[in-house]
């Protein structure tokens, strides 16, 4: 089955800074990718999703790249802000199977 | 619209016992999920619904049983409560196949003592 390593678990930056977030899928198949913000005591909720028929996608700050050669794809925030600051996970699915999670990436931005 | 609405919010149980999170949507959504996750960690699929009367085992099922007779709810059951299914619960719904975005509700934070 599918499988989706996401890179880095934790991840500092200053205010300001870029952050990247990296996740590699193991499924060829697969061809929806989401990424989920997750602030502290709350609920997931979709920042930004891209499917395989599409390079990259951009929505103000955030932007989501895929490279489906290398089955991987990347969230990147560019100008982070204190609000910014979160847990993020990424998914992947084939469409014929549920989400596969990765076990998400803690990001603090430091004012 | 609500969106996805879980009920209790908190729970706290003692081993052995039995209990029933609640879940409702009002998207109309085809599908459903149940997920758990532990303190730190990522989310982990416990059971998911591609429409009422059916149902299918996720990745970590033992412990639960779910039902779904109408499209609008998803109720968890837990039988004999377990320390170990101490977690926050997350229900979610999407709208047709899984490649589409899936709408979380508030969770259900479980403790079992």
């Known amino acids: 089955g599918e499988n989706v390593e996401q890179h880095p678990s934790t991840l500092s930056v200053q205010e300001g800074d870029s952050a990247v977030i990296k996740c590699t899928y193991s499924?060829?198949?697969?061809?929806?990718f989401p990424w989920y913000k997750q602030e502290l005591g709350k609920r997931p909720q979709l920042i930004i999703d891209?499917?395989?028929?599409?390079g990259e996608k951009k929505d103000q700050r955030i932007a989501v790249t895929l490279n489906k050669t290398a089955k991987h794809f990347s969230l990147h925030i560019t100008e982070t802000q204190p609000e910014d600051s979160a847990v993020y996970f990424c998914?992947?699915?084939?469409?014929?199977?549920?989400?596969?999670f990765g076990k998400g990436t803690r990001l603090s931005v430091i004012a | 619209n609500a969106g996805v609405t879980q009920t209790p919010k908190f729970r706290i149980l003692k081993i052995g016992q039995s209990m029933t999170l609640q879940c409702t949507q009002d998207?109309?959504?085809?599908?459903m999920y149940w997920y758990r996750q532990d303190p730190g960690m990522g989310l982990k699929l416990i059971y998911y619904?591609?429409?009422?009367?059916?149902?299918d085992k996720g990745e970590v099922p033992n412990g639960y049983n779910v039902s779904r007779s109408t499209t609008e709810d998803f109720p968890l059951r837990l039988e004999l409560a377990a320390p170990s299914q101490t977690s926050v619960y997350f229900c979610?719904?999407?709208?047709?196949?899984?490649?589409?975005?899936?709408?979380f509700g508030d969770g259900t934070r479980l403790s079992i003592l």
């Open positions: 499924d060829s198949a697969s061809n929806y």
């Open positions: 619904s591609v429409g009422a009367g059916i149902t």
């Open positions: 998207m109309n959504h085809n599908y």
């Open positions: 891209i499917r395989s028929n599409v």
């Open positions: 998914a992947a699915s084939t469409g014929n199977t549920p989400l596969v």
């Open positions: 979610a719904s999407s709208l047709g196949q899984f490649n589409q975005p899936q709408h």
